[in-house]
């Protein structure tokens, strides 16, 4: 059984402007065990979709419609807060991008990690903070003992990071989601974060979702890569065969816009235009203003997503079996 | 030069910067910006001085407030014995004023706590669910907005009887609403800040964001709520009672003071002139120290 169970994702803003639709139609899966790389531009629906796989979005505003949204066998578009309490944390955590305002500035670290811990079981106060001290250590933190006491403003970004993976892992989720778990870091320090995340994911047996707008970030951390663009998936596969021989024109083109190590040989390739804008987005497939294989049935029929090989799939007109 | 390099080796090296970097508290930012602000400490110290008096009225006046000691005297002007004069029924008008500040201050506290008590749940729903609460919550807000409070407050204190209690709960009825918006303000900006998302990413409930997280980062606004709340609450009680259906005599009240005075005061003007500079000048400091209270806590509040 599969531990993520997206089917036909939509997910739609009300905005003063009319509807933006964020995510339309997302469909896919994550085993036990597994980790995924959410690979995509700003506006692509990325964060979105696990905002609304987590029940994120506030209700009002947001719309969320699927034909399936399972995590672990358990419906989650139709359950209660209650349910979603328990779900969250104990399931299901999740790491955010800025680690600066992850942390509520007016409490201590010790206190906030061990809060969550006593939240979901029934340990005392006291054994909370040994567990919050042993996740501070567990997660590479020199002092632990002095980082419990502190609060998040007298901590580096990198720390603070360190300590918002220790309170996701406070509980032992069978899922972990990173959101841009290394954007507002340092680039000596996103490595070793990014160490750290797959080091964890491989003690603790859980899977693993990273979220990011940086392909080198997922280059060497996820077994699968899922490429989104305007609110779709465009492309599904190995990390190895995307990167070696990307199917979709969209991935194509993000490839290649990747510095690399010929940084200075080669012009960098970038890709013209900019993201759809949400409110109106472009009728058929919603790479085609910005494609260079784009043909007219590419503007009026939007590709669906259809599989090339094992484990492979792409949606686009161009690719053939 | 010798002593120079001897200088450098008694210095004692640096082992640790965590004191260096000692990171200063918001409160001590909050308290220097206060403390800058002149018209703020000036009124404090006013105002705590009102304070003092109203607690230790018995042992800074010569008799009680309700004694006719001085009958042959009544209506005297102020003299050495009688600081303020002597009332139309033979009381020292002194030990009067410094016995009414005990009603405005202890009516403008403990309304301003009622305020509190009310604005701040509601506020924190509003603000937290948004939606239908809130809009249930800003109609009832307006309903009080459009209402003149002095005439509703008349209304209703004619209808339920004036005395302490009663103030006190017509007060906060008119005074949770300035309390609610600032709350309702204050978790609107923070309920879509990471950290909460971040906390209920793992796990925690609405309740527990809103009293754990919401609430303790409300608390700049709530303090600037509670001291805004006070004049508005002496004020109403004073207007009460100076219509007759505040607090009842001989409990002496400056806005009972004033009416009873007005009788007299074309001719013992002292009668009126003293309670009316004892209310305005409580008013006056209390809200002038709120303010200061609120440019120190949020300077962003501006209003």
């Known amino acids: 059984m599969q531990l ?26 994550l085993s036990k065990g597994e980790s995924l790389g959410i690979v995509g531009e700003s506006g692509s629906g990325k964060s979105v979709t696990f ?9 009002p505003a947001a719309t969320i419609e699927a034909d399936k949204l399972e995590l672990d066998g358990s419906d989650l578009l139709n359950a209660d807060a209650k349910a979603l309490s328990d779900i969250r944390g104990s399931l299901v955590s999740m790491v955010f991008q800025d680690p600066m305002t992850s ?13 969550t811990i006593q939240t979901h079981g029934n340990t005392g106060k006291k054994a909370a903070l040994a567990q919050a001290r042993e996740l501070l250590a ?16 007298q901590l580096s970004g990198g720390m603070l990071q360190r300590a918002m993976i220790a309170m996701a892992l406070s509980c032992e989720p069978r899922l972990l989601i990173a959101d841009e778990p290394t954007t507002a870091l340092d680039v000596t320090v996103q490595a070793q974060i990014l160490q750290l995340i797959t080091d964890l994911q491989q003690e603790t047996g859980m899977s693993l979702i990273i979220i990011t707008h940086d392909l080198g970030v997922i280059a060497e951390t996820v077994d699968r890569v899922v490429v989104m663009y305007g609110g779709k998936v465009m492309e599904i596969g190995d990390t190895r065969e995307i990167f070696e021989d990307p199917l ?8 290649e816009s990747i510095p690399g190590r010929e940084a200075g040989k080669r012009k960098l390739i970038e890709i013209p235009g900019s ?40 949606a686009c007109w161009k690719v053939v079996q | 030069m010798t002593q120079e390099s001897s200088a450098i080796k008694s210095a004692k090296p640096i082992e640790s910067i965590d004191n260096m970097l000692a990171p200063r508290n918001p409160m001590y930012y909050a308290w220097r910006r206060f403390i800058a602000n002149r018209a703020a400490i000036a009124s ?19 008799t009680s407030y309700e004694e006719q000691k001085f009958l042959t005297e009544n209506l005297a002007f102020p003299s050495a014995s009688h600081w303020f004069g002597v009332d139309d029924l033979g009381r020292d008008f002194y030990t009067r004023i410094v016995y009414g500040a005990r009603i405005s201050l202890s009516i403008g506290f403990v309304a301003a706590a009622f305020s509190v008590v009310i604005g701040l749940p509601l506020g924190a729903v509003a603000g937290y669910y948004g939606g239908t609460a809130d809009w249930l919550i800003m109609r009832i807000i307006e309903i009080f907005s459009v209402v003149p409070p002095l005439l509703a407050a008349l209304l209703l204190a004619a209808l339920a009887g004036g005395g302490f209690g009663n103030i006190v709960l017509i007060a906060a009825l008119f005074g949770w609403v300035q309390v609610c918006l600032l709350v309702r303000g204050q978790v609107m900006a923070f309920r879509n800040r990471e950290f909460i998302r971040a906390s209920q990413a793992l796990g925690a409930s609405p309740l527990f964001v809103i009293f754990r997280h919401l609430i303790p980062n409300s608390i700049s606004p709530v303090i600037v709520g509670f001291v805004q709340a006070i004049p508005l609450a002496m004020m109403l009680e004073a207007g009460l009672s100076f219509l007759g259906v505040g607090i009842a005599p001989p409990t002496p009240s400056w806005g009972q003071m004033i009416n009873i005075g007005i009788n007299f005061m074309f001719f013992y003007w002292h009668l009126a002139l003293f309670p009316t500079m004892a209310l305005a000048v409580t008013v006056l400091t209390t809200t002038l120290f709120g303010d200061g209270l609120r440019d120190a806590l949020d300077p962003t509040l501006k209003g």
């Open chain 1, 4 to 29: 993520v169970d997206i089917k036909d994702l939509r997910v739609s803003f009300r905005h003063h402007d009319g509807v933006v639709s964020a995510v339309r139609g997302v469909t896919l899966g």
């Open chain 1, 51 to 59: 905002l609304a796989l987590m029940r994120l979005l506030q209700a």
């Open chain 1, 103 to 115: 942390f509520d500035p007016l409490f201590t670290i010790g206190y906030q990690i061990s809060e």
């Open chain 1, 138 to 153: 567990k997660v590479e933190i020199k002092h632990p003992d002095r980082v419990l006491k502190q609060y998040p403003h």
């Open chain 1, 248 to 255: 979709n024109p969209y991935t194509k083109a993000l490839i």
């Open chain 1, 275 to 314: 993201s759809p804008n949400a409110l109106s987005p472009p009728s058929g497939c919603p790479f085609h203003p910005r494609c260079k294989l784009a043909d007219d049935k590419c503007a009026s029929d939007a590709p669906n997503l259809s599989t090339f090989g094992k484990n492979r799939s792409a």
């Open chain 2, 44 to 62: 404090g110290s006013v105002l705590s001085l009102i304070i003092l008096m109203a607690i230790l009225a018995p042992l800074i006046t010569p």
